[in-house]
């Protein structure tokens, strides 16, 4: 079945370690987002990509860092320069400039040691 | 970006009817309406989305008002596993395309 795949489920960090979460895709889709959800609250975006070899900021971009190589592969590196990294992030895909729902994967929940 | 205002929680009985409202007064003419909801520690789901006419689909119906300021997600029976928090999302789908969350109507069901 076609969908989003975000690994791993649960992913610790150690202090002024670098961690990537992975998202991938294989709906053809060519928008991809990450989002970061803190407990209680709504969704916050981190980056997107609307095409291969382009992303640009959201909303909370520092101190995160993305590529986006291929269509179907959209990983999130969490940079040592996020000093409060604890929380659900969440990847999304669309097709680019359409009015269709967005599919999400299942999650990473990231824990600092 | 349009603001919405959503009731924080609501409860429902197991098998009753469910009307989710949400204020979306600053909408603007070519923003659709959509609804997400998200279980815990899932991502979110599509729920429904529509411009101006009802819409209704497997999971559940939208009611949108004449004048667009305000929609209503109708679970037509809801089950123990309709229970997760709401998202009404006013969305262009324009060059940027990020869904823009509030914190939702966290819905809970009784059996």
């Known amino acids: 079945d076609g969908g989003i795949t975000q690994s791993p489920k649960y992913l610790f960090r150690k202090e002024g370690q670098n961690v990537t979460l992975s998202c991938e895709q294989n709906?053809?889709?060519?928008?991809m987002y990450w989002y970061r959800q803190d407990p209680g609250q709504g969704l916050r975006l981190i980056y997107y990509?609307?095409?291969?070899?382009?992303?640009q900021k959201g909303d909370i971009a520092e101190g995160y860092s993305v590529s986006r190589e291929k269509k179907e592969s959209f990983p999130l590196t969490v940079t040592s320069a996020q000093k409060n990294p604890t929380a659900f992030y969440l990847c999304?895909?669309?097709?680019?400039?359409?009015?269709?729902?967005?599919?999400f994967g299942d999650g990473t929940r990231l824990s600092i040691l | 970006d349009a603001k919405t205002t959503q009731p924080n929680s609501m409860e429902s009985n197991e098998e009753e009817p469910v009307h989710l409202p949400c204020n979306h007064s600053?909408?603007?003419?070519?923003?659709?309406i959509h609804w997400y909801r998200q279980l815990p520690s899932q991502g979110p789901e599509y729920v429904i989305h529509?411009?101006?006419s009802n819409v209704n689909n497997r999971m559940a119906s939208l009611a949108i008002a004449e004048d667009r300021k305000s929609s209503t997600l109708i679970l037509h029976r809801a089950t123990l596993r309709d229970a997760a928090v709401y998202y009404c999302?006013?969305?262009?789908?324009?060059?940027?395309?990020?869904?823009?969350f509030g914190k939702g109507t966290k819905l809970s069901v009784k059996p």
């Open positions: 999304a895909s669309t097709p680019t400039g359409s009015n269709q729902p967005q599919h």
């Open positions: 709906l053809n889709h060519d928008a």
């Open positions: 990509s609307q095409i291969v070899n382009d992303f």
């Open positions: 600053t909408i603007s003419g070519t923003d659709y």
């Open positions: 529509g411009l101006t």
């Open positions: 999302i006013p969305f262009e789908g324009g060059s940027q395309g990020n869904l823009i």
